[in-house]
């Protein structure tokens, strides 16, 4: 593990949007993060359906996605007949891509109105699948991470945490479309992902809350409800 990689990390300054009320609710960024198969898809679907229940104005988004150019992108990253022959350089670089497009176009606006932006991953992934996993220098990685984000940080950032074991068999147990390119990784790399994760919120545990996977979905949710309900306001 690379932890010189992670201690390069500096966080951004929260967006400070302004509002044209005063008495209008900031919006807030949460992103949910985890290795394949951790469930935070399911959970995201769960916490917006609380939010919503609460009157909020809520936002979901995906990456690499969220927007027709971020979706384009996201084909090239997963499908592409040829990914398998894309270096890690190409793979963080369209990630911070369609990242940056999603930033400008959805997120940026739905804080400044007050909403709750959900994201299934945020520029944390790309510290940890393409710096740790692919080995890339941190330099360069963090560069591009702040590049692509501005200030545009989450208020909170949820990690579902797995055993790799866990996450591979849920993969194979889908019954939907064969597992993509990100998904057909190794064993290895996907250890590495899990502890680049935990180490990563070892680092940061102002931002940082991590969640035990393995739990039922409906004690995964109370745990996440309970570490939002306080940040949301």
């Known amino acids: 593990m690379n932890q010189t990689f992670l201690a390069k990390r500096r966080e951004l300054p929260q967006p400070r949007p302004q509002m044209a009320k005063k008495t209008k609710k900031p919006g807030k960024l949460i992103s949910f993060e985890g290795s394949e198969g951790s469930g935070k898809t399911s959970q995201i679907a769960r916490l917006a359906e609380r939010l919503q229940k609460l009157r909020r104005d809520v936002v979901t988004v995906r990456e690499p996605g969220g927007t027709e150019i971020g979706e384009q992108v996201r ?7 040829k990914g398998d022959e894309m270096t890690p350089e190409t793979e963080l670089l369209l990630f911070a891509a369609a990242r940056a497009q999603l930033v400008r176009e959805v997120i940026l606006p739905a804080l400044v109105r007050g909403a709750i932006v959900l994201s299934d991953r945020y520029l944390d992934s790309s510290t940890v699948y393409q710096g740790i996993g692919r080995n890339l220098a941190a330099d360069p990685v ?28 849920r993969i194979r147990q889908r019954a939907s479309d064969l597992p993509n390119r990100m998904e057909r990784e190794n064993i290895d790399f996907y250890d590495k992902i899990r502890a680049g994760y935990l180490l990563l919120a070892k680092g940061m545990p102002k931002r940082f809350v991590v969640v035990d996977g393995r739990k039922t979905e409906a004690a995964i949710e109370k745990l996440i409800w309970n570490a939002v309900r306080s940040r949301i306001g």
């Open 75 to 81: 084909s090239i990253i997963v499908h592409n007949s």
């Open 142 to 169: 963090n560069k591009i991470n702040r590049f692509a984000v501005g200030n545009v940080m989450p208020e909170l950032t949820i990690v579902i945490d797995v055993p790799t074991k866990v996450g591979l068999a």
